[in-house]
């Protein structure tokens, strides 16, 4: 599993980077049954003139390519939000799939029992 975190414009702490690291353990676990190659790349860019921070998460999977990207006034809230909406959206589409190849087998019962 590939991960990786961009700071842009801005000085890497410890405390962020374990923040960082932190939340990003709860998607790698999402993903841990995933087969790889599996690349999350989390791009941090804080606005210094203006209340204007850019937060973005992408995951690339052979199942999923998931992109989210927030900007707002508070550092921590975009994160957040950022986080808290990938997972959001990977357990959607593992739902969808699921869903999907329940629908498919139920179509190749019906075909065996023709």
């Not at 932190?22 to 049954?33: A, P, S, V």
């Not at 606005?47 to 921070?53: E, G, I, L, N, R």
């Not at 052979?62 to 990207?69: E, G, I, M, T």
Request: glycine share 2%; charged share 40%; hydrophobic share 30%.
């Amino acid at each position: 599993m590939n991960r990786r975190i961009a700071f842009r414009n801005m000085e890497k702490t410890n405390h962020m980077e374990e923040y960082c690291i932190g939340q990003l353990d709860k998607i790698e676990k999402f993903l841990e049954n995933e087969r790889p190659p599996v690349n999350i790349d989390l791009i941090l860019e804080p606005s210094k003139v203006h209340a204007h921070h850019q937060v973005e998460l992408r995951v690339k999977t052979p199942h999923y390519h998931k992109k989210v990207q927030f900007e707002g006034p508070d550092f921590y809230l975009v994160l957040n939000r950022a986080f808290d909406t990938m997972y959001k959206e990977l357990h959607d589409e593992k739902k969808k799939q699921k869903e999907h190849q329940k629908e498919l087998n139920r179509h190749d019962e019906i075909k065996k029992a023709r």
